[in-house]
């Protein structure tokens, strides 16, 4: 009889602790889950397998302990039956009875959940079918399970956890064990709702994609969405962090010792949604700005060159003055006054000012450039210092501290505002096309100015960029063997190299067939 009351015992240690080994373990696989826990797997395991350590180690010590105490009673030779029993009768009655009363609450409510449970999980398969049917296409049909299967698995763990509590409240444990439980029931609930709203938030945003793609028009406001579209994965990506520190705003409220946190999630999500706005208004005022520019439809070339070069300068300024905005008002969002911070600011400024010459002469040459019309956007144009290297191409930008060129290559090439030095502009009115053509010493000169005008009259005709025919300027040089004949062609700005090339074939062309061309040297190997 003393053996068996000893295996009772250590049985019950044991059952108890195999109770805690396996909340660890469901503990361990929540933490991996969810994706609000920043905790990495393989740090999970290294802790659920030291904890489990620790519960093995206890409940052995736990098991020493009673066979020892019991054979020191056995020792001592007191009956172990009767001396339990002695122990027992000193329990009041009453509490035998409530535990009873509390163990069959506590039997109903489990199985009162495993049938709420079943149901609710037949009601979500038939959501769940219900939902896939609404649209023939079965291209989501796996998200759709996979949704519904997520929601009647945290249903599930919140309501084992709900029963757990309901269990403590019924067996009369001490009232802190049913708190610290309800508390964990919240957060919990907290978390698996706002991940579940996290991921309905991002389906919505989808949705209404698809939706304001499909129904834009030019007759609606609709048709400026296109232009905002590429806003969406920046809308996304606040949203799910502001759903974020709500739940963690509401999991911080809580818990007593950390509840004054909650005061600085909200001051978070403010700065996230103020980051966002600032962001929206930008972009929606920018594209306002580019209706209304380009809104009258009869512009020049030169009023669109114009327009196209303000545009930059305004974005620019515009996101300067959001930047600004924005950093002072996050500063009284922190409670951070932003006075003394701003004349700091200005009295360093003034400082490295000095240092800055050359920043602020950009700047101001910048100014110098657009209100001086010494070039726009589109134009074509060589710039350069006569010591330094010159470059050429077409203006894609002009900002504030920078003059943006497209060389004919391809190459982008980015030149200081304060460096440009000289400026030749082929695009103001007209700009010439010069060519270039060698003609031998015995070549009849008059035939050959003929050939040129009537080619550049046919050029004239064909091409409407070309503003006049050609004319021949005259002898440019005397070479060793062949004269150098210099032509230009009045064409439209910025139009010049593409006329010389077609100018060149056709000379090539037309003097070869008139056998004045020289013939191409040929070397005599040795």
Known sequence: MNTLIILAEVSIVIIIFLGLIWLVSKSSKLLIQYRLFKIEAQQVKMMRRNITGLLLLTALVLCLVIVG???????????????????????????????????AQSLGAVILAAIALALIKYCLKLASTRAKNID??????????????????????????????????????????????????????????????????????????????????????LRFYDRLRHLLPFLKRC???VLYACIATLVTQQIEVIANLSDLWLRIIKIITMVFLSRVFYDVVYLLAEELVFKEKNLTERQTARRLTMIPLFRSLLRYSIYFTVG???????DINPTPILAGAGIVGLAV???????????????????ENYYLVGDYIEAGKAEEKIVEGTVEAIELRTTR???????????????????????????????????????????????????????????????????????????ESNLLLKTLTKVNPGKHLQIQRILRQMFMDTLRSENILLPAPIKNEE
Not at 356 to 370: K, M, S, Y
């Open 69 to 103: 105490v019991n054979g020191f009673l056995i020792y001592q030779g007191k009956d172990l039956q009767k001396y339990t029993l002695d122990l027992i009768r000193l329990i009041p009655p009453k509490f035998w009875l409530t535990l009873a009363v509390g163990m």
């Open 136 to 221: 023939s296409s079965t291209a989501d049909d796996e998200s759709i399970d996979a949704f519904f299967a997520e929601l009647y698995k945290r249903i599930k763990w919140g309501s084992w956890l709900w029963i757990i509590g309901c269990c403590s409240l019924f067996l009369k444990l001490p009232a802190v064990i049913s708190d610290y439980l309800f508390v964990a029931l919240r957060i919990y609930l907290i978390i698996a709702v706002g991940l579940l709203i996290i991921k309905a938030a991002a389906a919505i945003v989808d949705i209404l994609d698809a939706l304001s793609i499909r129904y834009s028009s030019p007759d609606n406001l």
């Open 405 to 479: 060129l497209r060389h004919p290559n391809g190459q982008l090439q980015i030149i200081r505002n304060g460096a440009i030095g000289s400026v030749t502009n082929y695009s103001k009115e007209y700009t010439f096309a010069v060519v270039e053509v060698c003609v031998p010493y015995n070549a009849n000169l008059a035939h050959v100015y003929q050939v040129v005008e009537e080619l550049g009259k046919e050029l004239n005709a064909n091409y409407p960029d070309v503003l006049e025919p050609t004319q021949v300027e005259g002898v440019e040089s005397l070479g």
């Open 328 to 334: 002072v008002s996050i500063l009284y969002t922190l």
């Open 239 to 241: 949203l799910e962090l």
């Open 353 to 371: 000012g000095f240092g800055a010459q050359e920043l602020i002469n950009d700047i101001v040459c910048g100014f110098f450039i657009l209100f």
